[in-house]
C-alpha cells in the first residue's frame, strides 16, 4: 500500500496570509490527525477528522482549521500566519481499533512564515 | 500539552552497544507507543505495548511499560549508524481530547 501522502512538502509565506495543506491517508484509513512539529514547544496534536468529522481537538487557536472529504483526504488550513506558525506539519493516518491504533506519519509540510 | 518526558534528552554511544531510553508520562492511557524520526522528517512507528502489557520485543528492540510508575524504556541492542536518530514516546491518554501526546524525544547519535 502506498503510505501517506502530503502536499506540498515545502512552503514559504508572508505574515497575514493563509495556507491549506493536503494529506491523502493509506488507502482504507479513515482517521486522520494532524500535528505541528517545533524546536521549541514538539509535537503537538491538532486535530483528528473520521469520516468528515471533527473527533478530537487540541489546544490551538482558531486560525486552525481542517476539514475531511468523503475519499478520507483531509485539509488543513491556517489563516493569518504568524512568525510562530512556522513549523513541520505532520499529517498521521490510522485504521481504528480500540487501544491499539498505530499512526502511520506522511513526511510532512514544512511551512516558512517570513 | 506534553505528557511524555525522555530521558536522557541526546544520547551518543558507539555502534555494537545498547541505547536506553526512558519515558514518563503522567496520565492513564491506553497505550504507549515509540516512533523514530530521521532528522526533520516523517515519524516511523516502532513499537506499541497496551496499557495491560509489561514488554514487548521486535526484532533489535525491547519495550517496557511499568504503569504503576507510568514510565517506560526503549532499548535498543547492538546499535548501528542506521539508528542514529530522534525517538519520541507518544501516549494515548485514557478518555482524553487529544490523539497522541509526545515527549520531547531523545535525540541518539550512534558513532560507526
Redesign the interface.
Known amino acids: 500500500k502506498a503510505g501517506v501522502t502530503q502536499t506540498p512538502r515545502y512552503l514559504i509565506k508572508t505574515r497575514g496570509q493563509q495556507v491549506t495543506l493536503s494529506c491523502s491517508p493509506i488507502s482504507g484509513h479513515r482517521s486522520v490527525s494532524w500535528y505541528q512539529q517545533t524546536p521549541g514547544q514538539g509535537l503537538q496534536f491538532l486535530f483528528e477528522y473520521f469520516s468528515e468529522t471533527q473527533r478530537n481537538k487540541g489546544n490551538f487557536p482558531g486560525r486552525f482549521s481542517g476539514r475531511q472529504f468523503s475519499n478520507s483526504r483531509s485539509e488543513m488550513n491556517v489563516s493569518t500566519l504568524e512568525l510562530g506558525d512556522s513549523a513541520l506539519y505532520l499529517c498521521a493516518s490510522s485504521s481504528p481499533g480500540h487501544g491499539q491504533e498505530t499512526q502511520y506519519f506522511g513526511p510532512g509540510t514544512r511551512l516558512l512564515v517570513l | 500539552?506534553?505528557q511524555g518526558e525522555e530521558d536522557p534528552q541526546a544520547l551518543s554511544i558507539q555502534e555494537g552497544e545498547n541505547a536506553t531510553m526512558n519515558c514518563s508520562y503522567k496520565t492513564s492511557i491506553?497505550?504507549l507507543?515509540w516512533?523514530r524520526q530521521n532528522s526533520?522528517?516523517?515519524?516511523?512507528?516502532l513499537i506499541?505495548i497496551?496499557?495491560n502489557e509489561r514488554e514487548k520485543h521486535s526484532g533489535r528492540l525491547r519495550v517496557t511499560l511499568d504503569t504503576s510508575k507510568k514510565s517506560s524504556s526503549l532499548l535498543i541492542t547492538a546499535s548501528r549508524a542506521a539508528d542514529t536518530a530522534s525517538y519520541?514516546c507518544?501516549t494515548?491518554p485514557q478518555g482524553g481530547?487529544?490523539?497522541?501526546?509526545?515527549?520531547?524525544?531523545t535525540k541518539l547519535t550512534v558513532n560507526p
Do not use: C, I, M, P
Not at chain 2, 40 to 45: A, D, I, S, T, W
Not at chain 2, 97 to 105: A, D, Y
Open positions: 500539552s506534553q491506553n497505550n507507543q516512533y526533520g522528517r516523517g515519524l516511523v512507528h506499541l497496551r496499557s519520541f507518544a494515548d481530547s487529544e490523539k497522541l501526546v509526545f515527549g520531547k524525544g
